[in-house]
């Protein structure tokens, strides 16, 4: 019965840190918080993670990878 009291425990802890991440960006301030930029359109290697306010968009740079990593190569 003890263990049911501590798994309610951890369950209820986990919603309420989980919480802040599913809040919306929907101003300019969320927008850099979040470490992006507001822009009227995003530029190609940028992601559009919310909005900044009335016709601009919040985007954040997409890490695209080569595939080809220095620990990649073997001999």
Partial sequence: MKILYLLFAVFFL????????TQDI??????????GICRRTCPSNFGRIGRCGFRQSCC?????SSGCHRGDITV
């Avoid at 986990?14 to 991440?21: D, E, I, Q, R």
């Avoid at 929907?26 to 470490?35: E, G, L, S």
């Fill in 14 to 21: 986990t919603l309420f840190l989980c919480a802040g991440f």
């Fill in 26 to 35: 929907n101003t300019r301030r969320a927008c850099r918080r979040a470490r």
């Fill in 60 to 64: 954040k740079r997409t890490w695209v």
